[in-house]
């Protein structure tokens, strides 16, 4: 029974899954703006937030949990040296979504998930 999970399955096994969330996280990070479903957006937008907040401490143990759940050297570094930054005095809310109308193949609704 799946009573009070609200967890997105995204038609995933859980290994796939969180592996396209890390990369698409990874990807907001360094390009600041990603056109995907929304879905997927809504998943992935509370796992930016974290990385982001984990960023701006500023700190080698914030460094090593973002190595951990980021595989891309360069979104690390410009999370902890630019977007660290960027919000150090912001308290949360550092992703805005954009509606962007339906896919033309299949009629999945499509969003812009960007940093703020």
């Known amino acids: 029974m799946r009573h009070r999970n609200k ?8 290994g796939p899954r969180e592996l396209m969330l ?9 390009y600041e703006k990603v056109k995907t479903t929304k879905a997927k957006a809504q998943a992935v937008r509370p ?3 974290r990385l982001i907040t ?21 979104a690390v570094l410009k999370a902890m040296e630019v ?8 308290r949360g809310g550092y992703t805005r979504t954009t509606k962007l109308g339906a896919r ?4 999945a609704e499509m969003v812009q998930i960007e940093l703020v």
């Open 47 to 49: 796992l930016v937030e």
């Open 54 to 74: 984990t960023a701006k401490g500023g700190t080698l143990t914030s460094r090593r949990g973002l190595i951990k759940v980021l595989m891309q050297k360069k």
């Open 22 to 30: 890390r990369n698409l996280a990874a990807s907001i990070l360094l």
């Open 83 to 90: 977007l660290g930054e960027r919000y150090k005095t912001r």
């Open 104 to 107: 033309a193949g299949d009629g």
């Open 7 to 14: 967890n997105k399955i995204l038609d995933r096994k859980k």
